[in-house]
């Protein structure tokens, strides 16, 4: 019977087109119910291939048509499909995520608008929105992570993906939250954006976050065994300040942040422990430092990490929220 079903079912560019003039003629709420059935009977049928077109084609238009809640639920439904049709992680279903994860809009908050109580009003739905976007854009790649780590990336899914959701949460989210933004960063393939990022949040944060903020990527790439983006990290951000005629942050943080990177060339355990004790009031300055470094240690010189209240905290942050 099933397979009587499944060749009873019509190509699906028909409906496509159906469903495309209904959302441009505004009804995005009945096309949405409509290409969640269609690609439901299409999925049903063991049609992976069609259902994954229906739901692309309808999360980019109702995206583009800035109907976020309908475009991300339908990008999510997409993530889902391909995991329940078991398609791997390769340079096409990559592509078709990144396709869609582009289509969800980038709007500025009106910060230049704050004359009156109107202005204050807009500027407060305007947060609301710009809040709900980021929660259905990360609701769709921590999808996404979950089906590529599954399906042929690494344990800690697709580094495209985590670099896509850092940018975002940065970009769009109205509090920025930059040890969640780093967590994907440094789970990410591209630390040059990263630094770029990170001179941005320089420019914006308070005097006494910008080395903090610095110390906490290098740190978290450390942490991760990774010196080299460790490396071009603290490089790009140097070439970037140099560039915008600004200075890196002068501060006994970064000069342990610079020795480290050094230390960590070479076999010397004992130099690592004298930093630690020499720069104990800036490592202080954040309790996720000293959690870093016990890794580090680990990582770098394979010495096991101190028991203590801190453990577990950079964990925490590395944990992938939707595994």
């Known amino acids: 019977m099933s397979r009587s079903f499944k060749r009873e079912l019509p190509p699906p560019q028909a409906a496509i087109e159906k469903l495309e003039k209904m959302v441009n003629e505004g009804n995005y709420y009945e096309a949405q119910q409509i290409y969640k059935s269609t690609s439901a009977r299409y999925a049903s049928a063991q049609r992976y291939s069609e259902a994954l077109d229906i739901l692309q084609?309808?999360?980019?238009?109702?995206?583009?048509?800035?109907?976020?809640?309908?475009?991300?639920?339908?990008?999510?439904?997409?993530?889902?499909?391909?995991?329940?049709?078991?398609?791997?992680?390769?340079?096409?279903t990559l592509g078709r995520v990144s396709r869609i994860f582009e289509a969800f809009p980038r709007i500025s908050l009106p910060l230049e608008l704050l004359v009156d109580d109107d202005d204050m009003q807009k500027l407060s739905e305007a947060m609301v929105a710009a809040k709900a976007r980021v929660e259905n854009c990360s609701t769709f790649l921590r999808?996404?992570?979950?089906?590529?780590?599954?399906?042929?990336?690494?344990?800690?899914?697709?580094?495209?993906?985590?670099?896509?959701?850092?940018?975002?949460?940065?970009?769009?989210?109205?509090?920025?939250?930059?040890?969640?933004?780093?967590?994907?960063?440094?789970?990410?393939?591209?630390?040059?954006?990263?630094?770029?990022?990170?001179?941005?949040?320089?420019?914006?944060?308070?005097?006494?976050?910008?080395?903090?903020?610095?110390?906490?990527?290098?740190?978290?790439y450390l942490s991760q065994g990774n010196l080299r983006d460790a490396n071009i990290l603290m490089d790009e951000i140097k070439q970037q300040l140099e560039l915008d005629e600004l200075d890196l942050p002068q501060s006994e943080l970064m000069q342990f942040i610079e020795y480290l990177l050094l230390t960590l060339e070479r076999d010397a355990y004992p130099v690592m422990k004298v930093l630690r004790q020499s720069f104990k009031s800036s490592i202080d300055r954040d309790p996720l430092f000293d959690e870093s470094l016990d890794e580090i240690a680990d990582k770098f010189y394979n010495v096991k990490r101190r028991?203590?209240?801190?453990?577990?905290?950079?964990?925490?942050?590395?944990?992938m929220p939707m595994m």
């Open 57 to 92: 084609s309808g999360a980019l238009l109702q995206l583009k048509n800035q109907q976020v809640t309908c475009g991300a639920e339908l990008a999510t439904l997409f993530v889902e499909s391909l995991i329940k049709g078991k398609f791997p992680y390769n340079n096409e």
């Open 143 to 220: 999808t996404a992570l979950k089906w590529s780590a599954e399906f042929g990336a690494s344990k800690n899914g697709s580094p495209e993906f985590h670099v896509m959701l850092a940018d975002y949460m940065y970009t769009e989210s109205p509090e920025t939250d930059m040890a969640k933004v780093s967590s994907h960063f440094v789970r990410g393939n591209n630390p040059k954006k990263f630094a770029k990022t990170l001179v941005n949040f320089m420019s914006k944060c308070y005097p006494e976050e910008d080395d903090v903020a610095i110390a906490r990527g290098v740190l978290m």
């Open 307 to 319: 028991s203590g209240g801190l453990q577990g905290l950079l964990g925490d942050l590395f944990k």
